[in-house]
């Protein structure tokens, strides 16, 4: 080479150990010569996520949260996350060690593969084949060794890891969409990887947990995750084909999607493209698939532009709440509901509404607290529906406190008809929200229903308005 040649080498070689990113784009060639690279915004995004962590175990600092990405098929999500990902990561450190998973073996062998095909390239060991070098004798395709102890596991979910650990663990799509369709392909993906995947992190507080996945149910990983009380503990970032469903996250990435169409690729996903997948996937399947939301929004009962958002609660009003509760705490089962209203001059406002799963014990001594911080006077009054749990919450309130609670008529009519019949007062903009955090979860759930996994927060609203419109009939157990 020329001393030109030699110094742009050095100069491209040394942007990709600095730079993720720049490693992807330089390496495409390798994975993917017939395929000309087309590169966009979430790449970067996604690259830059997984160098900050990377470079964060390195240096041994400790772990904020692990990382939920949904984003859609063909985004090259695989190539950047299991199979460049630890190449560029050995390049850092070679001793990091990796498992990585996929919803078949064969699948997760694949892209194992792939990453060691990139090193075995002459175009890799140019560069770094002084850095590190497979082991001979820890060479197989499910699993591989480099010569500073770096390793690589490819299992399977529901697959056997016992005697493992690993600084970075991936799921890379733990249920296809076949699979998806089977509540007990859906249980068991879940389960491995709360009992046996999750705990083989070799530093609990600085390894990481990172998924990567199309959604394909409302109860895939990603849902059955973001739907615990464990949320918290994810970084979510969820990136569909459009803005048009509003659940982009973090919001930052709003300012990325065209402002014209709303399209976050347009490049690889037009709106004639998506159409297409549109007409062949069905709305379900569109909606999970590259919308992530596995549950179509506006499934056609409940819209969420009929909810106007107040900035203010309307002071002059009694406060009154309606309680949904579920039989157990469990958080396979739907959680109990609280929601508090006003009503006047025949509107409503819906102050607060919320999902807990907890205990009748625990509910019982939640609800005197909850109600009181938003607004409960003597005048309110607390309906119940004597489902479940129901009729023992209002005799134990009854018994232990002063409040003023009344045990609702239970429902005749089954869910979808009940929600018919106050469809016109909703539709008319007759209720409104008061502004908060809650008003997200809410209107998802409304705007589900009724395909939604839980319609909790559905049957408190239906419980408010039916109150009055029909003017109460609640059966008074006491009133103080």
Known sequence: MTNKKLLKFALEKKLCEMSFYEFFKAAWIVVEPAVPLSTNWHHKYICDTLQEECERIIAQKPKTKDIIINVPFR???????TVMFPVWAWIKSPKLRFITSSYSATLSIELATKSRDIIFSDWFKKRWGDVFHIKKDQNLKERYENNHIGMRRATSVGGTVTGQGGDFLIVDDPLSPQMANSATERENANEWYRTTFYSRLNQADIGVRIIIMQRVHEEDLSGFLLDRETRT???????????????????????????ENGLFWEDRFSKEVLDDYKSALGTYGYAGQLQQTPTPLDSGMIHKDWFKIDRYRKDEATVNFVIDPAYTANQKNDPSALLAYTYKDNKWQIVDCINVHKEFPELVKFIPQWVKKNGYTTKSRIFVEPKASGKSIVQTLVRETGLNVKEDKPPTKDKVARVSDISASLESGRVSLLNGDWNR???DQLTRFPAAKHDDMVDCLVMAVNKEIWGGGGKVVYFN
Request: hydrophobic letters at 30%; charged letters at 30%; a positive charge.
């Open 441 to 443: 979860e809410f209107l």
């Open 233 to 259: 503990k994810y970084k979510h970032i969820c990136i569909p084909a459009t803005n048009e469903d509003g659940n982009i996250k973090p919001k930052s990435l709003e300012k990325f999607y065209n402002k």
């Open 75 to 81: 985004s090259t999500k695989s190539l950047i996350v």
